[in-house]
Nanobody
Framework: QVQLVESGGGLVQPGGSLRLSCAAS????????MDWYRQAPGKQRELVATITRGGSTNYAGFAKGRFTISRDNAKNTVYLQMNSLKPEDTAVYYC??????????????WGQGTQVTVSS
């Protein structure tokens, strides 16, 4: 059994910052890529940022220069530092990870999501 649990969402004023965390737990042998997605009301889920096990990163255009993805492999945790937040960043943020179980099977797992609301 593998579980991803996000935290760190909340209400923030425009221009503010938030740091999201996503911790994986369970029978984990190894974690490959870890990603953050978001879904705003009435819109499709979209990719925000990705990070490989080795630390290589990629960002969606709207995230470049404002968001930073990082990970701590020892803690099986991925982070998303979000600065200069805008109202259009309001969404539920989800983490996703490619995980190899201790039994050798591979699976893609999602967290339950954390709400980020940017409003004055």
């Amino acid at each position: 059994q593998v579980q991803l649990v996000e935290s760190g969402g909340g209400l923030v004023q425009p221009g503010g910052s938030l740091r999201l965390s996503c911790a994986a737990s369970g029978s984990i042998l190894s974690i490959n890529g870890m990603d953050w997605y978001r879904q705003a009301p009435g819109k499709q889920r979209e990719l925000v940022a990705t990070i490989t096990r080795g630390g290589s990163t990629n960002y969606a255009g709207f995230a470049k220069g404002r968001f930073t993805i990082s990970r701590d492999n020892a803690k099986n945790t991925v982070y998303l530092q979000m600065n200069s937040l805008k109202p259009e960043d309001t969404a539920v943020y989800y983490c996703n990870a490619g995980i190899i179980h201790s039994g050798g099977h591979y699976g893609s797992y999602w967290g339950q999501g954390t709400q980020v609301t940017v409003s004055s």
